[in-house]
């Protein structure tokens, strides 16, 4: 019986490191695409390239909270931290665009990016397994 008890001790660590590693994979991925289809349009590095789209209003106001406002969270870019703060407008569960996603910029998405640029589990030079990217602000 305990020999039984161990082996599905095992396999569960397994299945929880690999969900785990896939949510891990799947993320960089969306990260990535959204850095490639803000530099499509604006010149330099990552944390450019999102911020010229965040202020952009040609773009959809459903577009800049995705590709912009969460991927700049998820690359912790200081640099829009003062952007960010000028548009939150302390609604961290985001009742005020709850419903208008195409009109008004995710609140609860700015909430969760200034967050992840604020805070840091391992510190802000150190790679932050949990769920932060600032590698990838190349």
């Known amino acids: 019986m305990k020999r039984i008890l161990f082996i599905v001790g095992i396999c569960l660590a397994i299945l929880f ?4 590693l896939a949510g891990r994979i799947m ?5 990535r695409e959204r ?4 530099k499509k ?4 590095k990552a944390e450019d390239a999102l911020i010229a789209y965040l ?4 773009n959809s106001s459903q577009k ?8 700049l969270g998820q690359i912790r870019s200081r640099k829009a931290l003062p952007i960010l703060n000028g548009l939150y407008k ?19 998405e700015i909430h969760k990016a200034k ?3 604020e805070h840091s589990w391992l510190g802000a030079k150190e790679k932050n397994w949990f769920g932060s990217w600032p590698e990838l602000n190349k």
């Open 35 to 38: 850095i490639n289809i803000a």
């Open 64 to 71: 800049r909270s995705d590709v912009a406002i969460w991927t």
């Open 55 to 58: 202020a952009d209003t040609n």
């Open 41 to 44: 349009h604006y010149p330099g």
């Open 115 to 117: 967050v992840s640029i």
């Open 17 to 20: 490191f690999s969900f785990f």
């Open 27 to 31: 993320c960089g991925i969306g990260i």
């Open 90 to 108: 302390n609604d961290p569960l985001g009742m005020t665009c709850k419903g208008h996603h195409n009109t008004v910029l995710c609140q609860y």
